[in-house]
């Protein structure tokens, strides 16, 4: 039976991925070796960072504007220190979204003032909050652009002089955006690029170098920059993987054509959440995520016939985070429109049995 992967990641990847990193596990390049055993610093591997650096830049639509692109270890969890390390030196500016952003939040404070600019903690984060002011003195405001826990995105941001850094993890390459608004932009693979182990990094350089304070090597930003990703052993499986995928987006026709694909598959299954009487969503109408849609059953008596149907129906990875509840179907860019109309339809048969 087919399964349709809603897992909120590591998640769902294109065919053709899995199907040419495969081949690479046995062979890479016709060399008698497997990825995972090439030398990093070999040609084949270095070729590999690079296109997948260069491929980053390019689909964001950063080439020749002072970015670097970086393949780095730690998930964003590590990026949640690293970013306040490399650029806090007295006050910055946090907008409270989620739990990630909650994390940031208490990494950057081992390093400066740090100054809560907005949250939506008071309705369990599920709203994007609005109408805030942002102060003037700060060395950079940091944000979440997709809250997957909670299924909130920002459509909106902050508007300000200050260095703007976003965490987009859960929808990197998903919708088109002016990428150059932001000075950094950090995001773990394991949701629309690849499996959990690399992180990317796209930073601008003339942020960097403000702070007076030492920084280790394995935490500077530019000491990562300066060997081109490749200070230590990078994580050679994850990165060549990610590369893999954004050639597959370039070839779908870049961000564009996924943001399409994305609308469709958000506005299939929202439509679906408002119309069905036995469900109801959990994040306000007006942020809802494209990449995580929350809802819950009005009636909790349903819980075991829907979740048997969704078992029978090859439905995996669906059950909410336990800080929501109900549900959750994460629509990272490599699931189809054909899974989502699976479960919808699922959705579907529950209220003609009920």
Not at 110 to 117: H, K, N, R, S
Request: contains cysteine; proline residues 3%.
């Amino acid at each position: 039976m087919k399964k349709h992967n809603f897992s909120a990641g590591p998640c769902i990847l294109p065919q053709e991925v899995f199907k040419e990193a495969s081949k690479a596990i046995l062979d890479y390049n016709d060399s008698g070796l497997s990825i995972i055993e090439i030398s990093h610093r070999s040609k084949d591997f270095v070729d590999v960072m690079e296109e997948a650096r260069s491929l980053a830049l390019e689909l964001l639509g950063l080439e020749g504007k002072g970015y670097k692109a970086l393949f780095l270890q730690g998930g964003a969890s590590t990026q949640f220190l690293m970013a306040a390390y490399n650029l806090l030196e007295s006050k910055a500016g946090y907008i409270n979204t989620g739990s990630w952003s909650d994390k940031a939040i208490k990494e950057a404070k081992f390093f400066g003032e740090v100054v809560e600019i907005a949250s939506s903690k008071d309705a369990n984060y599920n709203y994007i909050p609005k109408g805030y002011e942002v102060p003037v003195d700060l060395d950079y405001i940091h944000c979440t652009s997709n809250n997957t826990i909670f299924g909130t995105q920002i459509k909106d941001f902050p508007i300000s002089n200050s260095p703007l850094v976003c965490d987009m993890s859960s929808d990197i390459f998903s919708r088109q955006l002016d990428f150059s608004k932001f000075s950094l932009i950090y995001a773990g693979a394991q949701k629309n690029m690849g499996p959990a182990g690399t992180t990317l990094v796209v930073i601008k350089e003339d942020i960097l170098g403000k702070i007076n304070r030492q920084i280790p090597s394995m935490l500077d930003y530019q000491v990562h920059i300066s060997k081109g990703s490749m200070f230590n052993t990078p994580p050679v499986f994850a990165v060549y993987t990610s590369m893999l995928t954004l050639r597959w987006l370039k070839k779908l026709g870049g961000i564009a054509a996924m943001e399409e694909l994305n609308e469709k598959k958000a506005k299939l299954i929202y439509s679906e959440i408002d119309l069905n009487p036995l469900f109801k969503g959990f994040a306000a109408k007006e942020d809802r995520s494209n990449m995580n849609a929350t809802f819950t059953l009005v009636n909790e008596d349903l819980k075991e016939t829907f979740d048997a149907m969704c078992k029978e129906g090859g439905i995996n990875g669906v059950n909410g985070h336990r800080s929501v509840g109900g549900y959750r179907a994460s629509m990272y860019n490599a699931m189809t429109i054909e899974s989502v109309a699976a479960l919808v339809d699922i959705m579907g048969d529950l209220e003609r049995k009920a």
